[in-house]
């Protein structure tokens, strides 16, 4: 069964860090693109970060621009998502997804509905 399994929100204080991690069972990355997206309730999920398994091509939504890191351990067929100086405003539900294409396309950012494949989400709360 393919599957992501999504894990490492909490709640954490204004400048603090998280790591988030996203494991795939029942098929690799290879070829893959995957992303992390947020969303709080009533709203619309937004991309955070994109990256390229093959290449390492990344993405990042302008919001977390130099604090957020995607990063990938192909070993561990694990995707991460580094955040440091977390503000009040990435306080959401956290989900990753994977789409079999392996073209960068900054679109992926945006369009949530490019990916097939996606976790449950975790939750990341920042308190101010």
């Known amino acids: 069964e393919v599957q992501l399994q999504a894990s490492g929100g909490g709640l954490v204080q204004t400048g603090g860090s998280l790591r988030l991690s996203c494991t795939a069972s029942g098929f690799s990355f290879d070829g893959h693109v995957i992303g992390w997206f947020r969303q709080i309730p009533g709203k619309v999920r937004d991309g955070v970060a994109c990256?390229?398994?093959?290449?390492?091509?990344?993405y990042y939504d302008d919001s977390v621009k130099g604090r957020f890191t995607i990063s990938i351990d192909r070993a561990k067929n694990t995707v991460y998502l580094q955040m440091n100086n977390l503000k009040p405003e990435d306080t959401a539900v956290y989900f990753c997804a994977a789409e079999r294409d392996s073209n960068p396309n900054i679109m992926y950012l945006v369009r949530p509905s490019y990916f097939e494949t996606w976790g449950q989400g975790t939750q990341v709360t920042v308190s101010s």
């Open positions: 990256i390229w398994k093959d290449d390492g091509t990344t």
